[in-house]
């Protein structure tokens, strides 16, 4: 098994290339349509495999909103956040192009359940998944933004019992990388943790 390939400090690709490539998938998350995407990518070579993951996972990260997880709790009557939903809900806004990205990252409530397939978290791994059919190795591709839910700390920060993420707030340079992934200026990331948990706080004891 080779080292994990790495995209941070890649450039990613513009809009055109992007949204290109995700208009094989036809707007279906299908296993067939998956599959599909995940074969032309593999045809490319590694850098564009790498750049497409750097693009797909700043988009990922920019539409992490706390409204497409579950907020539930435990047997030991710990809060957690079930993280699957929100994987299904972001495939499937990414799966629906541009247009519906755009739209999402404006305003998450304006998501259609009839958007969602049961294949539609898979969107989210289909560079690794060429990367593997390219090189038959199994791999988790690095890059500048982490897909992974609740690790946009801007979006999750004014959230009644969210938890608390930690401080993995962007370098300038990683804001004009994701600003050039998303095709528009982010916001400065200025956030008080202290504040937030007694936000937190507050909240859970009002339940």
């Known amino acids: 098994m080779q080292a994990s390939p790495d995209a941070r400090g890649l450039e990613p690709l513009g809009d055109d290339q992007f949204w290109g490539f995700i208009e094989i998938l036809g707007g279906k998350t299908w296993q067939r349509t998956i599959a599909k995407l995940d074969a032309a990518l593999s045809r490319e070579d590694d850098e564009m495999i ?7 996972n700043a988009k990922l990260h920019a539409i992490d909103y706390p ?3 579950e ?5 030991a009557g710990e809060v957690f956040w079930d993280a699957n939903l929100s994987r299904h809900h972001r495939g499937a ?9 755009d739209l999402i990252v404006a305003d998450p409530s304006l998501f259609n359940d009839k958007w969602l397939a049961d294949m539609s978290w898979a969107v989210a791994t289909v560079a690794d998944e060429a ?3 390219k090189h038959r190795d199994v791999v988790s591709i690095a890059t500048t933004f982490s897909p ?4 946009n700390a801007y979006a999750w920060s004014n959230t009644a019992g969210a ?3 930690g401080e993995i707030l962007p370098s300038k340079a990683q804001r004009a990388l994701w600003d050039a992934a998303l095709g528009f200026a982010t916001a400065e990331y200025k956030i008080d943790f202290d504040a937030l948990d007694a936000h937190i706080a507050a909240n859970e004891e009002d339940r």
């Open 67 to 69: 409204e497409f997880c």
């Open 163 to 165: 938890v608390r993420i």
């Open 148 to 151: 992974e839910p609740g690790s």
């Open 50 to 56: 790498l750049r497409f993951a750097q693009t797909l």
């Open 131 to 133: 990367w593997r059919r």
């Open 71 to 75: 907020r539930r709790v435990d047997d």
């Open 93 to 101: 806004v990414i799966a629906g192009g541009r247009e519906r990205f």
